[in-house]
């Protein structure tokens, strides 16, 4: 099974993924109509039935728990509405969010590992800071995990690259003001399962952002990310035949023309995105408190240098 961007888990990896799991698809199949009827029971809620595969995908990086599940969907329609910023106006075709894909980079690679897991490679594209704007990269981001999560893809866990290279010291300081937000969504709204996270030709100055990141992440997923001193490091945990030319590896496209494809993936699915737009939480019909914690939605106080290095 494949897509024209991503490559898919066979049939017998997929069996796999779910006996690990300690389920089966047909068990799968009930548990998803469970939950969209327990949706349709929750006045504050869209109606489930536009995002039938999403919820498919969020119980099975959930570990098939019905209670866990349900949970992170109520935390990702929450935030996609609280926060317009990074999860609303989503059109790839809008001006804003085609410079970000100019000026930044962050594409799932079409190959899974052996295991079945995803591994995403986002970098800064050009060094000039005159067209970097972090919420549009940030919604770029999000654009991305959404439309894998709700069409294009099936995989087990997740593995991010973030590759520094052209990371200059003006784009941290126009990130910091709003990291905290963008790391607390992104392991809220989306229950991705992070098996590894890899940071490649970090810069001295960078340290404090990766200290701050540190600081905000959960303990188990901070103690999985490794900091590698080059490429043929990298390649230690990463076979080769899933990393794009320009990174050493052998699969046939450079990361240059995976942005490309997966800009015209983008594009393709603006319909979608559009009608994504209003899929938020109806804030007034809500009769519990929303699981979010609200002080994580606020933005750093002080400059970069005033962040002391630990």
């Not at 898919?8 to 109509?33: C, F, H, R």
């Not at 937000?181 to 590894?196: G, H, S, V």
């Not at 901070?222 to 035949?241: M, Q, V």
């Not at 994504?276 to 019909?285: G, H, R, T």
Request: aromatic share 8%.
């Amino acid at each position: 099974m494949a897509t024209k961007t991503l490559l898919l888990p066979s049939p017998d990896k997929l069996k796999e993924i779910y006996q690990d799991l300690g389920t089966t698809e047909e068990k799968i199949n009930a548990d998803v109509l469970t939950i969209m009827e327990w949706m349709r029971k929750q006045p504050h809620l869209p109606n489930p039935d536009v995002d039938e595969r999403r919820i498919r995908l969020f119980l099975i990086l959930c570990k098939n728990s019905l209670e866990r599940t349900k949970e992170s969907l109520d935390q990702y329609y929450t935030l996609k509405s609280m926060v317009p910023e990074f999860f609303g106006n989503r059109d790839p075709t809008a001006e804003p969010l085609l410079r970000s894909m100019k000026t930044s980079l962050f594409i799932p690679l079409p190959k899974l590992t052996p295991e079945g897991y995803r591994i995403s490679l986002s970098r800064i594209r050009c060094p000039e800071i005159d067209n970097f704007e972090f919420a549009d990269y940030v919604k770029v981001n999000f654009m991305s995990i959404d439309i894998r999560l709700s069409k294009l893809d099936m995989f087990k866990k997740e593995i991010f690259v973030f590759d520094l290279k052209d990371i200059t010291m003006a784009h941290l300081t126009a990130m910091l003001p709003q990291m905290k937000k963008f790391i607390y969504c992104a392991t809220t709204a989306y229950p991705l399962r992070i098996q590894e996270i890899h940071i490649l030709n970090m810069p001295s100055y960078a340290q404090t952002m990766v200290n701050m990141v540190l600081g905000v992440l959960k303990k188990k997923i901070a103690n999985r990310i490794k900091i590698h001193n080059g490429i043929e490091d990298l390649k230690k945990h990463i076979n080769s035949d899933i990393l794009p030319l320009d990174y050493g590896g052998t699969f046939p496209k450079t990361s240059e023309e995976l942005i490309v494809d997966w800009k015209e993936e983008l594009i393709k699915h603006r319909d979608w995105y559009l009608s994504q737009n209003s899929v938020v939480c109806d804030e007034n019909k809500r009769t519990k408190k929303p699981a979010v914690k609200m002080n994580m939605l606020a933005g750093v106080e002080g400059s970069f240098r005033k962040l002391e290095v630990d």
